[in-house]
């Protein structure tokens, strides 16, 4: 697409990796503060507000992708996502959003199941 | 040579304009039935392949009061080990404007072939859960839901 629209800036909330068992199947959400606007809405002056979602997410564990979500106009505003994740010792977890106007995120965490 | 000229460009010229008010005339119609069936959709992700009632648990309020935000769970029936797993979870929609919501990839390091999120739905309407596992078939559950308020509406 082109560049006439700023990509938004955008805050994450990751929760479950303190709870994450070494071996044992654990609960990953994870949440992007984003307006998701689907193209479908009008502004107060009848032009159509441009589409701008997340298109995509991925997380990948020491390099090795172990989740992804393709991501369409119908998932709500702030993408949510909860999936499960079975790691079997310490390791860094990359969580990457990527979307419309070149919108980009990325998380890094470390997580050291006990 | 004229005299043959002129009436044929005029006859291009009634022809062009004739596609332009027909293609005009269509567009809106073209792009409110553009959406395929939910069936379809199915389908066509199916490639072809069988696709069975079951394994499939598909949670969502069977009456959602606002549309714009409706969480959901899927849940699928698999021992996610490196032999049989779970490949791909998707959702899919009857009536809102596009019929995919969203697509999951998964792999035996989930351990547990569980997705959350939170979708809009437009409409009361059908929604459909499927899974692909690692031996090729695919399974499914349909739900129906009732929405009060709709999303895609101002503001």
């Given at each position: 697409m082109a560049d006439a629209t700023?990509?938004?800036?955008?805050?994450?909330?990751?929760?479950?990796?303190?709870?994450?068992?070494?071996g044992q199947p654990g609960e990953v959400r994870v949440t992007l503060g984003h307006p998701m606007e689907n193209g479908l809405r009008h502004d107060g002056y009848g032009n159509v507000v441009p589409r701008s979602i997340v298109t995509r997410f991925e997380c990948r564990l020491d390099d090795q992708l172990v989740f992804a979500a393709d991501l369409y106009t119908a998932v709500a505003a702030n993408p949510y996502l909860a999936f499960w994740l079975k790691a079997d010792g310490p390791g860094t977890l990359r969580?990457?959003?990527?979307?419309d106007w070149g919108f980009s995120h990325r998380e890094t965490r470390q997580i050291n199941p006990a | 040579?004229?005299?043959?000229?002129?009436?044929?460009?005029?006859?291009?010229?009634?022809?062009?304009?004739t596609a332009l008010g027909l293609a005009l005339h269509c567009r809106p119609v073209a792009a409110v039935s553009a959406a395929p069936s939910l069936r379809t959709v199915e389908l066509d992700w199916a490639g072809g392949r069988p696709i069975t009632e079951g394994r499939v648990n598909f949670e969502i309020a069977a009456l959602v009061e606002n549309g714009n935000t409706v969480p959901i769970l899927v849940k699928v029936d698999s021992p996610m080990t490196a032999a049989d797993h779970v490949q791909e979870i998707v959702v899919f929609n009857e009536k809102n404007p596009q019929r995919d919501v969203v697509r999951c990839f998964l792999g035996p390091a989930n351990g547990v072939a569980q997705v959350q999120t939170r979708i809009r739905l437009a409409t009361s309407q059908q929604l459909v859960a499927l899974a692909r596992m690692s031996?090729?078939?695919?399974?499914?559950?349909?739900?129906?839901?009732?929405?009060?308020?709709?999303?895609?509406?101002?503001?």
């Open positions: 700023p990509a938004p800036r955008a805050r994450s909330l990751i929760h479950g990796l303190d709870a994450l068992r070494r969580f990457d959003w990527t979307g | 040579m004229s005299g043959i000229a002129l009436p044929r460009r005029r006859m291009l010229g009634l022809g062009a304009g031996d090729g078939s695919r399974w499914s559950q349909h739900v129906d839901v009732l929405v009060t308020l709709a999303a895609c509406i101002e503001p």
